[in-house]
């Protein structure tokens, strides 16, 4: 295998950053051999950051492997057919969550890397699906499952799993350990060299890696590659942030938890097969934009602020803190892009609308969403106290009202929050139960006992299609959603590095400029949050004169200079010089 001196000498320094006191040449090699392997060879050349890595016609659709069953066919079979008769051609990509054997926490508590789950189907079906979308899978990284053979491994003292595993001391000062759930963070153990305490970060059924050790790094650059071989293209690196742990800082954001993601997104640009990096990480809006590092690190970031100002703005009829945060957002840099989402199949998260929502606005929608059937789940200080993390509900139940109550604006009103996503800077993503506007599964919440299961409906096929041939809400948000993601894929001023500009509308409208980047289109993408009619001045919006104006959702005409532009309660437009 030929490695350029580039590659070579790219590789060492990111290891000498990580490891410092091991043989930086050494493990250099170890990488290469880790990660190209059975005749795969990397690129002469990395691929340079740029604006052609996507266009506007890439979207996402995030679903469970199980999300459509019918108990008698494979889901991933099922799966299948419901993406290639209902979304292809409108849906480039399709995020399949953990479809790995596991414990718990719905897929994230792994027990085998390399192995499908025999209950969803095998690795024949994941590449059918991934040779007609755009495939991404999860590498959870921070952690696997306590009952999986390397735990096993770890509590028998065999090499090399003895030293796979985070421990520490209850002796020790965590206090400053930044924590996402409220449960005692070290788990005691029984081993072959007497009891130890485990680290876990997520559950006492999640066990964290110790990436201190290099041989747990090339283990994961393996498996990166195994699942490449199989048709991965876009990488999740779940839980990113926590992944290296270091006893007396806050374990999350090191530098060597940064290091180690840039060494993959070299991994990656030289890989013959275009492989894009996204990293999970549901921090904080500034600790979030850290994961582009200098266009060396992930090539997609989750936009976790988006779905709690969306909702709040909703709720609320004011787009004062969505247009605050958006201001203040910076563009992505070439080569990088935001991965735009409003719902997920875990909840709204509370802590990367934190700075952003006043804790006054923070108490007022978690109160609403809880009168629409959601719950709430929190998270411990390092004081002791609990604050709410996320919120628990079906987004489209969670849009069924305002602080008012419920009204009868569900409908537009939730497709005013999927349409702002999808013309955002960046590429959005639909969770399969926001496409299909499913309700809050409060049997599912009873029967797990876990407040997630709310939005992880699990529908029947046979039901599915019958919904979608109704006069549903189903069908209707359903159809609706394709017929604008048809409309947005075609339009070159929502490519992804497209520029943005807010639009200063006042409260009650929010609204942003995006331009192609050849310039040769603009759109004025306006949406009203509340549950008035509005009129604006066409003087508002700079419409040049001379060029015909349409709203590309209705297919009016808007006349450059002309009186006003009027809104339904959450209407939404996009006004184009360019039909």
């Not at 690196?237 to 940064?258: N, Q, R, Y």
Request: a negative charge.
């Amino acid at each position: 295998m030929v490695i350029t001196r580039r590659l070579r000498e790219s590789i060492r320094l990111h290891l000498e950053n990580i490891y410092p006191d091991h043989d930086s040449r050494a493990l250099t090699r170890q990488v290469l051999e880790a990660f190209w392997s059975d005749g795969v060879v990397p690129r002469k050349r990395g691929r340079t950051a740029g604006n052609n890595m996507w266009s506007a016609d890439n979207t996402y659709v995030i679903t469970y492997g199980n999300s459509i069953i019918d108990g008698e066919h494979k889901p991933l079979s099922l799966l299948q057919d419901f993406l290639t008769e209902n979304l292809k051609g409108v849906i480039k990509g399709v995020h399949i969550l953990p479809y790995f054997p596991y414990t718990s926490d719905d897929g994230f508590a792994i027990t085998d890397y390399r192995v499908v789950d025999s209950g969803l189907g095998g690795w024949e079906d994941i590449e059918r699906i991934s040779r007609e979308f755009r495939l991404m899978s999860d590498l959870v990284l921070n952690h696997c499952s306590s009952q999986s053979a390397w735990f096993n491994e770890f509590r028998m003292g065999h090499a090399p799993y003895k030293d796979f595993f985070f421990t520490a001391s209850p002796e020790d000062d965590l206090s400053d350990v930044v924590r996402p759930r409220a449960h005692p963070l070290l788990r005691k153990v029984e081993t072959a060299d007497g009891d130890k305490y485990v680290w876990c970060t997520f559950s006492h059924d999640q066990v964290d890696f110790d990436f201190s050790n290099p041989e747990v790094l090339l283990e994961f650059l393996r498996i990166m590659r195994f699942h490449i071989n199989r048709g991965v293209r876009t990488v999740r690196l779940d839980a990113c942030a926590f992944m290296w742990k270091e006893v007396g800082t806050s374990c999350i954001h090191l530098p060597e938890t940064h290091e180690i993601i840039r060494l993959m997104r070299v991994l990656a640009d030289f890989s013959e097969e275009s492989v894009v990096l996204i990293t999970e990480t549901n921090v904080p809006n500034v600790e979030n934009l850290s994961y582009f590092g200098n266009r060396n690190e992930a090539h997609m970031i989750y936009n976790f602020s988006l779905p709690p100002l969306i909702v709040h703005a909703l709720l609320n009829g004011t787009s004062q803190f969505l247009n605050a945060w958006q201001m203040a957002m910076p563009p992505a840099q070439m080569g990088c892009a935001y991965f735009n989402f409003t719902a997920s199949h875990d909840g709204i998260g509370l802590r990367p609308a934190e700075s952003l929502l006043s804790e006054e606005a923070i108490t007022g929608m978690v109160e609403t969403i809880q009168q629409f059937g959601g719950r709430v789940s929190m998270r411990q200080l390092s004081d002791g106290s609990m604050r709410p993390y996320e919120m628990n509900v079906s987004l489209f139940d969670a849009l069924k009202g305002t602080v008012k109550g419920e009204d009868e604006h569900n409908i537009p009103r939730f497709l005013c929050s999927q349409t702002i996503a999808m013309a955002l800077e960046g590429i959005p993503a639909f969770y399969i139960h926001s496409l299909l506007a499913t309700s809050n599964d409060a049997e599912g919440v009873e029967k797990s006992g876990h407040n997630r299961a709310i939005n992880r409906h699990r529908w029947n096929y046979e039901k599915l299609q019958q919904a979608l041939g109704d006069e549903t809400q189903h069908a209707r948000v359903f159809n609706e959603m394709c017929r604008l993601i048809g409309i947005r894929t075609r339009q070159s001023a929502f490519h992804p590095n497209a520029t943005q500009f807010t639009l200063h509308l006042g409260e009650k409208l929010f609204g942003f400029w995006r331009q192609s980047v050849d310039r040769s289109q603009s759109v004025f993408a306006i949406n009203n949050v509340t549950d008035e009619a509005l009129e604006i001045p066409a003087m508002s919006l700079n419409l040049i004169g001379g060029e015909n104006w349409t709203d590309l959702i209705t297919g009016e005409q808007i006349t450059a200079g002309g009186n006003k532009i009027s809104f339904a309660p959450y209407q939404c437009r996009w006004i184009s010089n360019r039909a």
